[in-house]
């Protein structure tokens, strides 16, 4: 008794201790995926990116070079990623039934302002605090889209039994266009030529407008 009392600790010990700060959860998984671009990386996950895979063809070969890897301007991107989740609620909201319903120009413009020329990883990304509502704060950084529009993305620094290091470090991006605030679900992400962070699920594509 006294063994299966200890073995039930133990699995309760590591439940605990596996989820106490895992700060959003997401389908979405971390890592790197060696031999896949941006696109071939989304086709691996059908879950999260079938309808942005849809999104990026629709949007022309322009976008699917660019999420191929083949664009020679921007050999190397971070994706701030809209998942299908976010998609999907922008059809429903307004009564359309497909990604090709959309205007394709749209659909450029949208994604151009998710993705930053280079690879942007967590640990490149200061700590900050945000303004009044969300608005940009004090301490992160400023991206500049392909779009050419604003981003001010950070870092919020927590602690794990009192040590700053050992801690996640969650991602907050303010599109500064509408002045939007969302949280990365998913970060670091990464394919051959790209650095993925994935937007939380409750992003709505147009929120960055």
Same mark, same amino acid.
């Given at each position: ?73 921007? *050999? ?5 990623? /809209?998942?299908?989740?976010?998609? =999907?609620?922008? %059809? $429903? !909201?307004? *009564? ?5 319903? /959309?205007?394709?120009?749209?659909? =450029?413009?949208? %994604? $151009? !302002? ?17 303004? $009044? ?77």
């Amino acid at each position: 008794m006294r063994q299966v009392i200890y073995m039930i600790t133990i699995v309760i010990f590591f439940a605990v201790g596996c989820t106490k700060n895992n700060y959003i959860d997401t389908g979405v998984s971390n890592g790197r995926h060696e031999g896949k671009n941006l696109l071939e990386y989304m086709e691996t996950d059908s879950y999260n990116w079938d309808s942005t895979i849809l999104l990026v063809r629709h949007a022309g070969e322009e976008m699917v070079r660019l999420f191929e890897g083949q664009d020679p301007d921007h *050999g190397e991107i971070t994706f701030f990623g /809209l998942t299908n989740h976010s998609i =999907r609620r922008y %059809l $429903l !909201q307004n *009564g359309l039934e497909r990604v090709t319903d /959309l205007d394709a120009g749209w659909c =450029r413009s949208i %994604l $151009l !302002q998710h993705v930053v020329d280079g690879k942007v990883y967590r640990k490149d990304i200061p700590a900050g605090e945000p303004g $009044l509502y969300g608005t940009a704060g004090t301490g992160g950084m400023t991206l500049t889209t392909l779009a050419g529009t604003k981003l001010w993305v950070y870092t919020v620094v927590q602690e794990k039994d009192g040590i700053v290091e050992q801690a996640a470090k969650p991602i907050y991006v303010n599109f500064q266009k509408s002045n939007n605030l969302f949280a990365v679900a998913s970060g670091d992400i990464e394919p051959d030529n790209c650095v993925v962070h994935a937007l939380e699920y409750k992003f709505t594509l147009g929120d960055e407008e």
